[in-house]
Structure formats: C-alpha cells, structure tokens
C-alpha cells in the first residue's frame, strides 16, 4: 500500500480483511518491515494489573492511531492518541497528539485496543506505551495483552 497516511492504508482494497500477513505479537513493539509501503492493524486485549487512571502514547513513523475501548468490544473503540507525520523509535513527545488523557481502567477486566499504522519506508517503527498508577512508562509487555478473538 503506496503513501503515508492512513487513509492510504483504510482505503486500501484489501483492509481491513485481506492482510498480507497476520502474526501474533510478544509486546506493543511493532516488528520491523520486510518491505516498503506497509501498515499495521493491531488489535486485542489488554489487562491492566492496578485499578486507576492511566496514561497512553504511541511513537510511529509515519502515520499512527491508537484506539482504546471502554470495555472488550471494538464497536466502543475510540482514538485517544494519534501521531499526524512520524516520530523517531520511541520518540514520545513530538506531537502533543501522541499522548493520551488520562483514562480509567480496572484491574481484572480487559479493554479492547487497536493500532493503527501506515510506513511509506524501511525506516519503520511502531511503539505504544502506558503509564500505570504509581509507574513509569513502559512499552506495553506481553504480559498485559491477549489476542482479539470474534
């Protein structure tokens, strides 16, 4: 898929249902392009391990968006940070867009999440972060993520 931006990707013929390629991932640490002109729809579960509020951001290049449910339906799933050009790996405050409000979450249930994520070259990265009650930010681990299921 040829451009930058994600309507590059969400106009595609082939999205949302005829990836490319389709892989289960260890942690929201994208993995790196095996070609140019490539996008992400990540999605599943994640479970917060503390009740409170936290805070979320992504650092893409090129286009990114984040989207978080207020429960375990996609349906509910809202934008809550988004990076309008690229960032450098990890790079978390380029763009005040990247970083999210502060959000509610219970320990024991899970919330649907979903990236989105549009490259146009090799120079590819995709991370999302979280900041947990009393943390300090981190790339969302494995161990707070199970795959989307119908």
């Known amino acids: 898929v040829s451009g930058v931006s994600l309507a590059d990707l969400t106009n595609s013929a082939n999205y949302p249902d005829k990836p490319s390629k389709s ?12 070609s140019a002109d490539s996008g992400h729809r990540i999605r599943g579960y994640i479970h917060p391990q503390v009740s409170g509020q936290y805070r979320f951001w992504i650092a893409s ?3 990114g968006q984040l989207s978080l449910s207020s429960d375990d339906k996609p349906a509910n799933a809202r ?6 050009g690229w960032t450098p790996y990890q790079v978390w405050d380029k763009y005040p867009e990247q970083e999210s409000a502060l959000i509610q979450l219970q320990k024991g249930r899970r919330y649907y999440i979903e990236v989105l994520h549009k490259q146009g070259d090799l120079k590819e990265n ?8 009393g943390g300090s930010r981190e790339v969302i681990g494995g161990q707070y993520l199970s795959p989307w299921s119908r």
């Open 126 to 133: 995709l991370s999302i972060a979280w900041q947990a009650p």
């Open 23 to 34: 892989e289960m991932i260890t942690n929201l640490d994208a993995p790196r392009p095996e």
């Open 61 to 63: 290049d090129d286009a």
């Open 79 to 84: 934008p809550i940070a988004s990076v309008p």
